[in-house]
Nanobody
Framework: QVQLVESGGGLVQAGGTLRLSCAAS????????MGWFRQAPGKEREFVAA????????YYADSVKGRFTISRDNAKNTVYLQMNSLKPEDTAVYYC???????????????WGQGTQVTVSS
């Protein structure tokens, strides 16, 4: 069993930065692909970024490439999402997920956090 707790969301102006954290419990964290997804009101949940267990591979949605960076610290059982140059369209609830077989597919992930709100004002 894996439990995920996100933090770091908030309100920021366009062009600003935020760093999300996802603290995980469970012995399989270090070997699990970890992902970030987001869901805006009235929209489906969408892939943002993912990182393999060994951190060798990272994956990004086209909409965030060059602005967001995913990383992990297996010693701390934590995955991060550094978000720079934020835009109003980045406004959403951001979810951390663990255990994805295909990094970009939400249905492949077994465990989810409760989400953290990110609001970007124009």
């Amino acid at each position: 069993q894996v439990q995920l707790v996100e933090s770091g969301g908030g309100l920021v102006q366009a062009g600003g930065t935020l760093r999300l954290s996802c603290a995980a419990s469970g012995r399989t964290f270090s070997s699990s692909t970890m992902g970030w997804f987001r869901q805006a009101p009235g929209k489906e949940r969408e892939f943002v970024a993912a990182i393999s267990g060994s951190s060798i591979r990272t994956y990004y949605a086209d909409s965030v490439k060059g602005r967001f960076t995913i990383s992990r610290d297996n010693a701390k059982n934590t995955v991060y999402l550094q978000m720079n140059s934020l835009k109003p369209e980045d406004t959403a609830v951001y979810y951390c997920a663990a255990g994805g077989l295909r990094p970009g597919y939400a249905r492949d992930y077994n465990y989810w956090g409760q989400g953290t709100q990110v609001t970007v004002s124009s």
